[in-house]
């Protein structure tokens, strides 16, 4: 059974820039979960989505959005780029009710420079 | 405010030498207590769910429990290959499944 796949692994761009990261979930699962890992604060849940549609959102700005197609495939993309945004995002995959453990990918490496 | 705190922060043991980790949470209405491993550069690796005080889940040299207000993660005689981050994760109430993360244990064993 495939797992969760992110593309790219590693991205850098610079500041102002924007950028489009993409997630494939586990087969089967319709949910799919973006976290931000950065070594300052480790985990923090940017947004959930289920069957299309946001279902929850962190405490981010605007400048970070998401969307899920139907095929439960997510994307997340960051607007107007800052220094700050270099993180790795993770993507999880997800059932959506019952025991629904997370199952994250690999990663995306985003360096702002 | 949903939170969770690991202790230690870093913790260094010989090949053999058992220990646990802490994670202590405040959340309302946990619906769920996660505990990942995450190696450098990769994403974290689901071990176990704990759902309810006095449940404990095993795997191989690892052990979890569960209480009302923390969970512990036991080492029993680690090998070098345990070496990594460990990370704890509430779920809490409310149609959202969204995890709330401590900042987790690094832990090294050293042959």
């Known amino acids: 059974k495939a797992g969760v796949t992110q593309t790219p692994r590693y991205l850098i761009k610079t500041r102002g820039q924007q950028v489009t990261l993409s997630c494939s979930p586990i087969?089967?699962?319709?949910?799919v979960s973006w976290y931000q890992q950065t070594p300052g604060q480790g985990l923090q849940f940017l947004f959930e989505?289920?069957?299309?549609?946001?279902?929850n959102k962190g405490n981010f700005p605007g400048r970070f959005s998401g969307r899920q197609f139907s095929n439960s495939r997510s994307e997340m993309n960051v607007s107007t780029l800052e220094l700050g945004d270099s993180a790795l995002y993770l993507c999880?995959?997800?059932?959506?009710?019952?025991?629904?453990?997370?199952?994250f990918g690999p990663g995306t490496r985003l360096t702002v420079l | 405010e949903d939170q969770v705190t690991q202790s230690p922060e870093a913790l260094r043991l010989q090949e053999g030498e058992s220990s646990s980790l802490n994670c202590s949470y405040t959340?309302?209405?946990?619906?769920?207590l996660f505990w990942y491993r995450q190696d450098p550069g990769k994403g974290p690796e689901f071990l176990f769910t704990?759902?309810?005080a006095g449940e404990e889940k095993e795997k191989e040299r690892l052990k979890a429990t569960l209480t009302k207000k923390e969970s512990f993660l036991h080492i029993t005689a680690p090998k070098p290959e345990d070496s990594a981050t460990y990370l704890c994760?509430?779920?809490?109430?409310?149609?959202?499944?969204?995890?709330?993360f401590g900042t987790g244990t690094l832990l090294a064993v050293q042959p």
């Open positions: 989505y289920f069957s299309e549609t946001q279902r």
């Open positions: 959340v309302s209405g946990l619906r769920g």
């Open positions: 999880a995959s997800h059932w959506t009710s019952g025991k629904n453990e997370q199952f």
């Open positions: 994760a509430v779920r809490g109430g409310g149609a959202t499944n969204k995890l709330i």
């Open positions: 087969s089967g699962h319709r949910s």
């Open positions: 704990l759902y309810s």
